[in-house]
């Protein structure tokens, strides 16, 4: 059974910090590119950032670069991914969703396996 369960959402003030973490487990995501993406309120979802298999390779939304880094522990049978989000902004406000595909190369597009959310609110 695929499982992609994010955690360490919350409320944080501006200028403050969270880190999220993706527990995902069923399949060998070791060998999968991960990401995060996230959907603000009446927004589309949007790409946040990506980390290939290895974690030799990342890639950043323009709108985060510099405050966010993802990271990647590939354990035997449960990947752990972690995004460090620091110097946060309101505009950060939304449900930020764990992303897993089969491609290894860390894309925009990467879309295979999604978790259920975390809600992470910044407030001013």
């Known amino acids: 059974q695929v499982q992609l369960v994010e955690s360490g959402g919350g409320l944080v003030q501006a200028g403050g910090s969270l880190r999220l973490s993706c527990a995902a487990s069923g399949r060998t995501f070791s060998s999968y590119a991960m990401g995060w993406f996230r959907q603000a309120p009446g927004k589309e979802r949007e790409f946040v950032a990506a980390i290939s298999w290895s974690g030799g390779t990342t890639l950043y939304a323009d709108s985060v670069k510099g405050r966010f880094t993802i990271s990647r522990d590939n354990a035997k049978n449960t990947v752990n991914l972690q995004m460090q989000m620091n110097s946060l902004k309101p505009e950060d406000t939304a449900v930020y969703y764990c992303?897993?595909?089969?491609?290894?190369?860390?894309?925009?597009?990467?879309?295979?396996?999604w978790g259920q959310g975390t809600q992470v609110t910044v407030s001013s």
């Open positions: 992303v897993a595909d089969s491609n290894p190369i860390a894309r925009r597009d990467i879309n295979d396996y």
